[in-house]
């Protein structure tokens, strides 16, 4: 049954098998996480976001333009949901960093740690707009186009907004490394 595409799970949740919904949570819940997480950067509230986006999903699956892609369809959904949830979080929110490796690592564990570590501070350091934008094509790797439909902005803007995106990114991660050169 998960070897059914998204259209037939979709045409069979709207014929009244709504189980088969649970198909389509499974197969993105992860992707959705991520979009919603990398904009709230606090792990409870993303998750009940999360569980937010898949309520909203099915309640208007039956809106659901069968042209587009489902996937494109609900990161839209994602992505709004969680601006919105952004929007009501107190300000002054501490960003999390749970990357910790045990002392007893290889060193190339270290390594990759001290790696995700630094690229998360340096995205939780980007406006949302900009942190949306690199999630969605970098670790989601969504195309242009349709990270233009999750996001509502023109192909020029995305453009734009991924290169001067990509220019923070750089200059926050250099700012990040040198705090932490001395540091030592």
Same mark, same amino acid.
């Given at each position: 049954?998960?070897?059914l ?5 979709? !045409? ?6 709504? !189980? ?15 979009? +919603?997480?990398?904009i709230?950067? +606090? ?25 587009s892609?489902?996937? /494109? ?7 709004? /949901? ?8 107190k ?21 990759? !740690? ?51 995106a ?13 705090e ?5």
């Amino acid at each position: 049954m998960n070897q059914l595409t998204d259209e037939v799970i979709i !045409d069979q949740v709207l014929n009244g098998k709504v !189980d088969a919904y649970s198909i389509l949570i499974d197969r993105y819940k992860s992707y959705t996480y991520t979009i +919603v997480c990398n904009i709230l950067k +606090v792990e409870e509230e993303a998750e009940e976001a999360t569980q937010d986006v898949f309520i909203k999903a099915y309640k208007n699956l039956a809106k659901f333009n069968k042209d587009s892609k489902f996937s /494109t369809w609900l990161y839209r959904i994602a992505f709004n /949901t969680a601006l919105t949830a952004k929007r009501k979080q107190k300000p002054n929110v501490a960003f999390e960093n749970d990357l910790h490796s045990p002392l007893d690592f290889q060193k190339d564990a270290r390594e990759l !740690d001290d790696r995700k570590k630094y690229i998360t501070l340096a995205m939780s350091r980007l406006n949302e707009a900009d942190n949306a934008a690199l999630t969605l094509f970098y670790f989601e790797e969504l195309s242009l186009e349709e990270i233009c439909q999750v996001t509502d902005i023109t192909l020029s803007t995305l453009k734009v907004r991924l290169h001067r995106a990509r220019k923070r990114f750089a200059k926050e991660l250099q700012t990040l490394l040198q705090e932490e050169a001395i540091s030592l």
